[in-house]
């Protein structure tokens, strides 16, 4: 690997810094894209570790009866728990992974990641923080789903995108809505249209436009409406 590139990923992850320049010859970097084949599917069994340098992977799990939930997405200098923990533990992969945009990923060989993990105390903290902060999120998907409205969950999904890209237009579709929040899409589009009927927001095709920010907040505070 060029010294250009480690000195990047050493700025990006700090916890590989300490790494030095000759156990760096069996890692690479690879850039794909949405269109890029890959077998990172649930029961998989990983090569590597890896990283995401930069880009976003959504990492699912599929319901028996063939529906997605997104689980989180893996951005800038972060890496999926769930494969850490398949590394570590030596078991199948438990989830799966969609490509969103062209990203740029560190391969780890699993045997040298795990001679990391074992010399370089850095790495390993970075990796079980971000294994605790999945787990908080993840259980309070968990709770969302057992115990939210669908329009709660709208709701909050709809407001943390406008918070993140600072815009109240949003482009999805409600197959994507749904997917999102593990649910069927003609729950999505009944809950949307009450919404709409509401003057909460506006759905159009592939478009939601929110136009009352105060009645979502409003919404997700009483829990329901």
């Known amino acids: ?26 890692a690479e970097i690879r850039t794909v894209s949405p269109a890029t084949p890959h077998f990172i599917r649930e029961g998989h069994v990983l090569q590597h570790a890896m990283f995401i340098l930069q880009g976003t992977v959504r990492i699912y799990k599929l ?27 030596e078991t199948p992969y438990e989830a799966s992974a969609s490509i969103e945009v062209d990203t ?48 709660y969950r709208i709701a909050e999904f709809l407001l943390k995108q406008m918070d993140t890209d600072n815009q109240a237009t949003l482009h999805i579709t409600h197959e994507q809505l749904a997917v999102e929040l593990g649910t069927a899409r003609e729950v999505i589009s009944r809950s949307l249209k009450d919404l709409a009927r509401k003057n909460i927001i506006s759905a159009r095709r592939g478009c939601i436009q929110i136009l009352d920010r105060n009645l979502l907040l409003e919404l997700i505070h009483n829990g329901s409406m």
């Open 104 to 151: 740029e990923v560190l391969l780890i060989p699993i045997h040298l990641f795990r001679k990391w993990m074992d010399l370089y105390l850095p790495l390993k903290q970075h990796i079980f923080q971000q294994i605790i902060e999945r787990i908080t999120s993840v259980t309070q998907l968990v709770e969302n789903i057992a115990f939210q409205s669908i329009p």
């Open 63 to 89: 319901t028996p009866q063939g529906r997605e939930i997104t689980l989180y997405r893996v951005q800038n200098g972060q890496t999926c728990v769930l494969m850490m923990a398949s590394i570590l533990g």
């Open 1 to 26: 690997m060029l010294q250009a590139d480690m000195k990047r990923i050493s700025l990006l992850l700090p916890s590989l810094s300490l790494i030095p320049e000759e156990d760096w010859a069996e």
